[in-house]
């Protein structure tokens, strides 16, 4: 276990630490290519993502539509599916990581991500649908037509560059079964055992057959299902945040003032980590904020290739409404309630199992950022502080250092005696051992949203009520975004091996959502970061190469204005359907 586990983090530092060196560390690769990129992008394009959203809006209310052009999907259909995958576990834990590693100023660089992000995400949808291909068979609706980065890479860029594309196909299924799928399926069982307390197995189970039972009934099924779920979801989850602010306007301003100082002079972070860190906090930022709108990763482009056009600039201005109602909406929804309601750098009383895996033991390095270390063979606790030489490795609950422990969930009685955290437990000064203390711990991930939630809506007398908004929106945006995953993995697995190889995948990626339900929150996190990290690289490569193809699309498209004429054939096909009736 001990050597995946180093093989795993020898992987994430590879892909999310190496890079150039700076004062405070590394600036990495991979966040200069995602950067980089989007401004190359929004430069050679001429600021698409702001001169063309509003007809990105047009498009998407299917005022363009014709059903007679090929696809398998509408344009409205394609967007949801598209943001099912994207507005996810990314938008509520994602953000509450970022907050509690990064800071707050972590948030700035969230926003960042996005606006050059929806250039990014243009060219790459734009690429997909010009360079789809058209299924001969249609066998068990797995779909009429396959696009994303495989395919515009072999074919834009030519024969030679079929390598490319092959590694960037293994790399996203890989990237499907993690981050699009076993990431969501161990938030929702975190979130519902701390609820309910049911087992994370049960959970599993019961998430994993209803992702069966959508994503068996192929494109078609998913596209319809996420076009119900993607509204409401975000709309009951908009709704509480939106109360929530309103009922903390005067928070509002401190907080913005707050994200953007820390932004560039990073002072805070509950876990130590973005204690005067600029770099941490940029990075942190960046890769919270690829992980949930995923634009350069290469995948919402395959969601966005089914779309029924023919006019491959049509589905890219729609698809870059989604970097921007993925995090400047959604994602600034959830870091501004927990800022705003000051629970992001709390503590609070905390059942803390000795065995849980929430249990780590941290030391602060030179500029005060703490790192894992190992534990200490003992702990010595007198009158519930423990007391630790300079330097010896803390004691920690979602990676902050625990000052005090109790032996009663009251906190009256402090506790006295000998952690062992080789054996798990504790022993008291009077000889008994236990395996359970109660202390001050701050939250991570999910529980800090809905704590955030709970405490926001408690205004109105309705702090339960904030809880299971977070709770059914996790159920929602998990479950939709490991359908939408399992589209662009089955894709991959066509391009790579043909259509024999569509149901096996699927039935591959329903355990791998049992097995990221019981896995350690930690390691099914960082695998997903390492494979996202990985399908990036090549996207990011053949959207530099092949931007002139982009920029060529859009002047054409702009020029002839095809949607005019499609607006009169989609008002005759209504007026049709009309008189049908």
């Known amino acids: 276990m001990e050597t995946i586990e180093s093989i795993i983090s020898w992987l994430n ?23 980089g990129t989007g401004i190359f992008l929004t430069f050679r394009l001429a600021f698409v993502q702001f001169r063309r959203f509003t007809h990105g809006v047009a ?33 509520i834990a994602g953000v509450a990581i970022a907050i509690h590693w990064g800071g707050p100023g972590a948030l700035f660089w969230m926003w960042m991500t996005a606006l050059l992000g929806m250039a990014v995400k243009y060219s790459e949808v734009t690429l997909a649908q010009n360079f789809r291909v058209t299924e ?45 799928n076993a990431v969501q399926a ?4 975190d979130v519902v055992n701390a609820n309910f307390g049911i087992a994370p197995w049960i959970t599993g189970l019961v998430s994993a057959a209803i992702v069966g039972l959508v994503i068996l009934g192929g494109i078609s099924r998913i596209g319809k299902v996420t076009g119900i779920l993607a509204p409401a979801m975000a709309l009951i989850y908009v709704l509480g945040g939106v109360s929530i602010l309103l009922a903390h306007l005067d928070m509002m301003i401190p907080s913005f003032q707050l994200i953007f100082r820390e932004a560039f002079n990073p002072s805070a972070g509950v876990a130590g980590t973005g204690a005067g860190v600029f770099v941490l906090t940029m990075m942190w930022g960046v890769r919270r904020g690829l992980f949930s709108n995923e634009a350069g990763q290469g995948s919402a482009p395959i969601a966005h290739a089914a779309a029924k056009t023919d006019e491959p600039v049509s589905e890219g201005v729609v698809a870059l409404l989604e970097p921007f109602i993925d995090t400047i909406v959604i994602c600034s929804m959830t870091g501004l309630v927990i800022l705003a309601t000051g629970v992001w750098d709390k503590k609070h009383p905390t059942t ?50 625990v000052d005090r422990f109790f032996v009663d969930a009251e906190q009256t009685i402090p506790f006295n005696g000998t952690l062992v955290p080789a054996e798990q437990i504790a022993r008291s000064s009077d000889g008994a051992t236990v395996s359970q203390l109660y202390g001050d711990a701050v939250e991570l991930g999910a529980p800090l949203t809905s704590m955030a939630f709970e405490e926001g809506l408690g205004n109105f007398g309705l702090g339960a009520l904030g809880r299971y908004i977070v709770l059914i929106s996790v159920l929602l945006f998990g479950v939709s975004t490991s359908i939408s995953w399992s589209y662009y993995g089955d894709r991959c697995a066509n391009y790579l091996f043909g259509e024999k190889a569509i149901l096996p995948y699927k039935f591959v990626f329903v355990l791998m959502h049992i097995v990221g339900a019981v896995a350690a929150l930690d390691t099914v996190w960082v695998l997903g970061d390492v494979a996202l990290g990985a399908v990036t690289f090549p996207n990011l490569i053949a959207l530099i190469l092949l931007s002139g193809t982009v920029a060529k699309l859009t002047k054409s498209y702009f020029e002839r204005k095809p949607w005019i004429e499609n607006a009169e054939v989609h008002k005759r096909v209504k007026e049709q359907k009309r008189s049908v009736r």
């Open 352 to 401: 803390i199992d000795l065995g849980s895996q929430d249990i780590s033991y941290v030391s602060p390095d030179h500029r005060n950022v703490f790192l894992s270390a190992d534990p200490p063979a003992e702990i010595n606790i007198v009158n519930g502080a423990p007391v630790q030489s300079a330097g010896e490795a803390a004691f920690a609950y979602n990676h902050a250092a």
């Open 136 to 180: 001969t068979s249609a066998g068990k609706n797995w779909g009429s037509v396959s696009g994303g980065p495989m395919y515009y890479i072999e074919r834009g860029l030519g024969p030679k560059w079929k390598p490319l594309a092959m590694f960037f196909a293994g790399a996203l299924m890989i990237t499907a079964f993690m981050t699009g």
């Open 59 to 91: 498009v998407a209310t299917g005022r363009y539509d014709d059903p007679d052009e090929p696809g398998d999907v509408s344009h409205f259909q394609a967007l949801t599916t598209a943001l099912s995958a994207t507005v996810g576990i990314g938008n």
């Open 13 to 35: 530092s590879l892909v999310w630490e190496s890079g150039i060196p700076v004062e405070d560390g590394n600036i990495p690769y991979l966040v200069i290519a995602l950067l």
């Open 186 to 189: 161990n938030t929702i069982t």
